[in-house]
């Protein structure tokens, strides 16, 4: 079987399926060994008495505090404990299927819930918002139990197969034991695609049925490059794609020798490439890539799964390990890119989050959060040459909101006499079009700008990134990204600010040498994309990257635009040196 969707981060990985879905905890469709399966039953089992512990000990306690008559309710949650159809059919699953306790319980609730959908008695109907609470408690037991499975503990190496991936699952994820992902859901922006890349890891996206489809313990081969997962492949074809695995290893290695090299083009303009990274874990590889610091630390990894806010004492700790890692190189936090409902977890959110209430516009709601963050940075300041970048300011009121709060965490520091460094760099992301629009407003209140071109895009666009359908119309080099890019570029050489580019945009070696022409001299990338990037850059001249941009400027189509970048500065693949003739 082979299934289709857009490869997101190249190479291919070959390994065995571990199946999740999102539940009110993850649930893993794991195929077990034939000793193992008795094993599992019991701790279904275990899980079931776990439960019926509990919903008798809150029946007991609201008999005593409001009486009995408010308690029968938990009575009809006990006798479905007890019902055959639950234990029972959920035990069969285990015996038949050979897979784990949660999705067995998983597959007996369809079940169930098809069943009450049948009454035509509305009470009885409603009687399944019971069955999702039994339910619900059983897998939190099961999760609970010793050696159940977990994204922080995966039996063994694995092709994760899932409908999504949320920044806090992927904060808590066993990385070293995952050979690729198979996503249902997302595009080649969306965030799980960025951390794949940034690690390194194959990857295919907007699958859309994936979970369903590919059976636990399966043979898997994902070919991030293609955008092709293939099931059970044949031996004559499953020895194709691990001879390629074995090229794409030898070039892997070929390129990281470049880290060593100046980024320079052919004529003497030297250009940084750092890293866009996703957790502090990360610094290692960027600096085994050949990164010249972090252009993008996703400050919001540090919320974790519980969407908590952490405390000034802990972010300090994890900036100051970053700055370590990553010395004499330069990192740059971006602050809370957060939405109305992380500030409080199961509250409102907006229905368009990308364009509702998100990062500096929850300010008037609760300072709290931002401010000491924007502490704790100034305090990690003094261990190194940190950065701080201000995310989704739409102009001159949004950055001198951002500013006084600056202001108002240095004079808190200085009345508690806490040790700071007063001049780190203040920047901000230009990624709202507005923000563009009136760039040369904003250049004489900050210290450089940061173009944030994943959300850019999408905005300039009306395009979704997260939306698969629409997946086709997110064109980075359309007319009006071109010439929006152009215009802050212009601004930033008038104005003298320094001027970097985050995003996806930088890691495509084409649009990378056309932002070059632009005048762009600091780009910041998925750290595995830095040594392709870096190839091209030192293979051309940037003065005729100047003048292939600004022709580009006056083309019409995206494509056009591409045709273009690659006829004039991109030669063939075989035709690429290494390193203008160096040894690496």
């Known amino acids: 079987m082979e299934l289709t969707g857009t490869g997101v981060s190249g190479g291919i990985a070959v390994g065995r399926a571990l199946v999740v879905e999102r539940e009110s905890v993850a649930v893993f469709r794991l195929l077990l060994p034939p000793e193992q ?5 019991q701790r279904l089992t275990r899980a079931i008495e776990a439960s019926r512990g509990q919903l008798q000990a809150i029946k007991d306690r609201l008999s005593r505090e409001v009486g009995v008559p408010h308690a029968y309710i938990f009575d009809a949650q006990l006798l479905m404990l007890d019902d055959p159809l639950l234990l029972d059919r959920s035990v069969s699953v285990i015996r038949e299927e050979h897979v784990n306790a949660e999705w067995a319980l998983r597959t007996v609730s ?3 819930h098809a069943l009450f959908d049948e009454f035509s008695d509305a009470y009885l109907k409603e009687r399944s918002s019971d069955l999702d609470d039994v339910l619900g408690r059983v897998q939190l037991n099961l999760a609970g139990a010793p050696g159940a499975p977990s994204l922080s503990r995966l039996p063994g190496e694995v092709v994760l197969v899932a409908d999504d991936l949320t920044p806090s699952e992927a904060a808590t994820l066993e990385w070293d034991k995952v050979l690729a992902l198979a996503i249902d859901a997302g595009s080649r922006t969306y965030h799980t695609a960025l951390l794949a890349r940034s690690l390194g890891i194959p990857a295919v996206v907007g699958l859309k049925d994936a979970t369903s489809r590919i059976p636990p313990g399966s043979l898997v081969v994902v070919d991030g490059t293609r955008g092709h997962v293939i099931v059970e ?4 074809a499953l020895n194709e794609f691990r001879e390629e695995q074995e090229r794409d290893r030898v070039e ?8 060593i090299l100046p980024c320079t083009t052919e004529d003497g303009a030297e250009v940084q490439l750092l890293a866009n990274v996703e957790f502090p874990g990360e610094a290692p590889t960027a600096l085994l890539y050949g990164a010249q610091g972090i252009g993008l630390f996703r400050s919001e990894y540090l919320l974790g799964r519980s969407r908590s806010f952490p405390t000034e004492e802990q972010q300090v700790d994890v900036y100051r390990r970053l700055l370590e890692q990553m010395r004499p190189f330069p990192v740059t936090v971006r602050t809370w890119d957060v939405e109305l409902a992380d500030l409080a977890p199961g509250g409102p959110s907006s229905a368009n989050p990308a364009l509702g209430e998100r990062a500096l516009r929850l300010l008037h709601r609760s300072p709290a959060p931002f401010r000491t963050q924007i502490r ?7 261990h190194g040459p940190l950065r701080i970048v201000f995310p989704f300011v739409s102009g001159p009121g949004d950055l001198a909101a951002a500013l006084e709060l600056v202001a108002e965490a240095k004079a808190e520091l200085r009345r508690d006499g806490v040790s700071f460094s007063n001049d780190v760099p203040i920047g901000l992301n230009l990624e709202v079009p507005s923000a563009a629009a009136t760039a040369d407003l904003l250049a004489p209140h900050v210290d ?4 944030g071109t994943n959300d850019l895009i999408q905005y ?16 980075p080099l359309h007319p009006a990204v071109l010439r929006t890019l152009h215009h802050i570029a212009e601004v930033a050489e008038k104005t003298g600010t320094p001027l970097s580019l985050c995003g ?12 070059l022409g632009l005048g762009f001299r600091e780009l910041s990338m998925s750290p595995s994309s830095i040594p392709r990037v870096k190839q091209a850059i030192r293979g051309v001249d940037a003065g005729r990257a100047r003048r292939v941009a600004t022709a580009c400027l006056s083309l019409a189509t995206a494509a056009a635009v591409e045709e273009h970048l690659r006829g004039e500065l991109l030669p063939e693949p075989s035709a690429q040196p290494l390193a203008k003739g160096e040894a690496g």
């Open 37 to 41: 399966v008795e094993a599992e039953v």
């Open 110 to 112: 369809e079940q169930l």
């Open 233 to 236: 492949p044949s031996e004559p």
């Open 252 to 259: 892997e290695v070929r390129l990281q020798e470049t880290r």
């Open 376 to 382: 704790a940075l100034l305090r990690a300041g003094e």
């Open 448 to 451: 450089f700008f940061s173009v």
């Open 460 to 475: 300039l666009l009306a395009v979704d990134r997260s939306d698969p359908r629409v997946a086709a119309l997110y064109q």
């Open 504 to 515: 996806e945009m930088a890691a495509e070696p084409a649009s990378a040498l056309f932002v």
